[in-house]
């Protein structure tokens, strides 16, 4: 093979290389808007989820810069790996405010972030969780987004829960998924930490 064959093939795999990229980067450009739509559009039907009884779950700037100041709070109180996202108040037809739905990431699930909606009443009652996403072993922690293990904590009423491997949950307790006991302390502890900003941040439990 002589030089200007070798030459002529490269530039050839070179010019292919650009149109591919030039592709693949007006794909993405194409698709993007419209996943982020997507994900945008499961965390709001989340919202919904954990808060049924609410009219309408608008965006707030108060609170969000209310998890901006508290950010380095969750932190001190053990929840370094817990970021809230977002946090927004649920309101019947007239606008009163019947509690709030937060958007909560947990960096210590098995399988990587476990991302969750909470709506607590402002009496601290929690009225739903929903998994919006999750990495989780097939079978094993990603249960986490089954009925069975995230509808327990739905109607308690506390500040704090914690998780009993015995399959005898107390009043401020859940039973822990089988054989996950990771994943379930990584919700547990984020569920936790969206008690604390609601008791320690907002009016819930006043």
Known sequence: MGKSSIVKDALILFVIAVVLSAVLGATNEITKDRIAEQNQLKKENAYKAVFTDAA???????????????????????????????????????????????DITTGEGYGGD?????????????????????????????NCANDSFKGQFAGKQTESITYVKTGDAGENEINAISSATIT???????????????????????
Do not use: H, K
């Open 114 to 142: 476990i991302n969750m909606s909470l709506g607590i009443r402002t009496d601290g009652t929690i009225t739903g969780l929903e998994i919006i996403s999750n990495d989780e072993t097939a079978g094993l922690g990603a």
């Open 184 to 206: 379930t302390e990584a919700v547990t502890g984020a569920v936790n930490a969206g008690l604390w900003f609601a008791y320690q941040c907002m009016d819930v439990g006043q």
């Open 56 to 102: 309408s779950i608008p965006e707030d700037p108060e609170l969000q810069a209310l998890i901006a100041e508290n950010a380095a709070g969750l932190a001190e109180n053990g929840f370094e790996a817990v970021t809230i996202n977002d946090a927004r108040p649920a309101q019947d037809a007239s606008g009163n405010v019947l509690g709030y739905v937060l």
